[in-house]
């Protein structure tokens, strides 16, 4: 399985900004799908979820401006969030979920991860 995340660069607060990432390699459509980040310094945390359903699940901090969709026929994750914030400044992930038909938001169940693509917000 390859990810490819894209989509990062630097924009202002208040701004908004949406990441893609494609994946080749898997029937896309059976698996749970992620969004999560690292800023400086900070672990990894989960940002929003994808189940195989459809339905969306989204971290407290990003709820409310934040949507994640999918194209379960070109097997692309998308997240868009809006009115960015300084602290959304991170290098997000894209990943894909280790088993079909599951989800959960624990980074330990997402088998593959994309490359990383850097958000940088400025205030």
């Known amino acids: 399985v390859q990810l490819q995340a894209s989509g990062g660069g630097l924009v202002q607060a208040g701004d908004s900004l949406t990441l893609s990432c494609a994946a080749n390699g898997i029937t896309f459509r059976t698996y749970g799908v992620g969004w999560f980040r690292q800023a400086p310094g900070k672990e990894r945390e989960f940002v929003a979820g994808?189940?195989?359903?459809?339905?969306?699940d989204y971290a407290d901090s990003v709820k409310g401006r934040a949507t994640i969709s999918r194209d379960n026929a070109e097997n692309t994750v998308y997240l868009q969030i809006n009115n960015l914030k300084p602290e959304d400044t991170a290098l997000y992930y894209c990943?894909?979920?280790?088993?079909?038909?599951?989800?959960?938001?624990?980074?330990?169940?997402?088998?593959?991860w994309g490359q990383g693509t850097l958000v940088t917000v400025s205030s």
């Open positions: 994808s189940t195989y359903t459809g339905r969306q």
């Open positions: 990943a894909v979920g280790r088993q079909s038909y599951y989800y959960t938001r624990a980074d330990i169940d997402f088998g593959s």
